[in-house]
């Protein structure tokens, strides 16, 4: 039996967390640079705002309804989404972390009430980390996705077999089954295909015909017959990007070098994570789109030897910039792409080359500092941190509540405190104990 966990808008709910007050109210939050919705609550999506929908479009709703407005806080999220996912191994070690918000746990098929499971689910990680969440039960991932479907309009939580597959398929939209997008969904919809249920009951050899395996594995789950296996280990790695919008338009090149090698210093920190190197670095940037004159271009830099050196990233892509750059551009974004990754403990080295490419030690004690004093305690001087001209609007941005000892929350305000502790020390030289009050 699988279980699909998903948080309940992700993103909003963790805003929530440590501000109690925002429950039942319209919450929003915006893409780096303060630009698009990207996360609703409820109550926003019943004001009509939409995913993706620019900020400056629908200013008077929110002005209007007071919807409270979030930047993007990527740093938070990602920690609380790791220690909800911690709690969810509590349940079954068999688990696949499917996105930063969604798992799939495998149980036993036994006669246990998968219902009764479900909520202890919910009320764990409501109890533990503060975040609502819903669960959908099924004999595959797809049947797990489609009852999950079902739940939101509930409890909740949804045994897709104890309400009934075809009855419960019978009312699911076939363009909200995993796996059959917009495409598929129009194909279908065209020839008289609107419900999950009569997708699944479609002759197979159709399916297969005009949607190839893809669709015919799904149709085959939607029939109760595990195709798509538990992912336990993530895959390796492939490429690594960074990218990032700047505050300002910029038209210096040395102020997009500092950004760009910014970008480096994120992307090869990952990379050095993973125990990977890159054999090619790819570099791009563009201004706005909605300037008349848009400019985007990028160039592939092939690496002497594959790498993981924020020294020797940053150079090359000095150089690519060299390439892509145009004077008398405005520039709105900039990033790098680490391409041909391969295992950091099997790198070829080159016969010809001379240069030290891989700075071990170095980089080890960069890594070391960075982890126990902040991201950017130790950097290279090109990124221009003390005048980061280049840095994203996050001017709605949440304190980093679980992750920076500087912006723990306080119990207590620094008044009240310095009051406490003058009334302590006087009670104290007196003999007796301070008041509970």
């Not at 398929?169 to 020839?191: E, T, Y």
């Not at 054999?279 to 706005?288: D, E, G, K, P, Y």
């Amino acid at each position: 039996m699988y279980a699909l966990v998903d948080c309940r808008s992700f993103y909003v709910s963790c805003e929530r967390v440590f501000r109690p007050d925002l429950w039942g109210k319209p919450v929003v939050v915006l893409s780096n640079n303060d630009g698009c919705i990207i996360a609703r609550s409820q109550e926003a999506k019943a004001l009509g705002l939409r995913m993706g929908e620019a900020v400056f479009k629908c200013q008077h709703i929110l002005k209007q309804n007071e919807v409270h407005v979030f930047s993007a806080n990527f740093g938070l999220y990602g920690d609380l989404s790791a220690r909800i996912m911690s709690v969810l191994e509590g349940f079954s070690p068999d688990i696949e972390i499917y996105s930063i918000d969604e798992a799939f746990l495998v149980f036993p098929n036994d006669n246990r009430d998968y219902e009764v499971l479900g909520r202890h689910i919910c009320e764990r990680v409501l109890r533990w980390v503060g975040v609502p969440v819903g669960v959908g039960f099924g004999h595959s991932k797809t049947l797990a996705k489609a009852a999950h479907e079902i739940s939101k309009k509930g409890s909740g939580v949804c045994d897709i077999h104890q309400r009934g597959v075809t009855h419960t398929l019978q009312s699911l939209p076939v363009a909200d089954i995993w796996g059959i997008g917009k495409r598929h969904s129009a194909f279908l919809n065209s020839n008289g295909i609107y419900t999950a249920r009569q997708f699944r009951d479609m002759p197979p050899e159709v399916v297969r015909k005009r949607m190839h395996t893809p669709g015919f594995r799904t149709q085959q789950e939607l029939k109760g017959l595990s195709c798509i296996p538990l992912e336990a280990v993530a895959e390796e790695r492939k490429q690594i990007v960074s990218s990032r919008s700047f505050g300002t338009k910029l038209t210096e090149q040395s102020d997009v070098r500092g950004a760009l090698a910014d970008n480096v210093a994120v992307a090869s920190e990952k990379l050095r994570f993973y125990g990977q190197a890159a054999q090619a670095l790819m570099v791009f940037i563009a201004t706005s789109r909605y300037n008349d004159d848009y400019y985007s271009r990028s160039v592939v830099i092939p690496l002497p030897e594959a790498t993981a050196s924020s020294r020797i990233l940053t150079h090359y892509s000095g150089i690519g910039l060299e390439y892509v750059y145009k004077p008398g551009k405005r520039y709105a974004k900039s990033g790098v792409m680490l391409m041909n990754l391969v295992k950091a403990d099997h790198i070829q080295g080159n016969l010809f080359y001379k240069g030290a490419c891989q700075d071990t030690a170095l980089m080890k004690a960069v890594d070391a500092i960075n982890g126990r004093w902040g991201r950017h305690t130790l950097q290279l001087a090109v990124t221009q941190w003390h005048n980061r001209i280049w840095k994203m609007n996050q001017n709605m941005k949440s304190k980093r509540f679980t992750t920076s000892w500087n912006e723990l929350p306080e119990v207590m305000s620094p008044c009240v405190a310095d009051l406490y502790k003058k009334k302590t020390t006087q009670t104290e030289s007196n003999g007796s104990f301070p008041t509970s009050k």
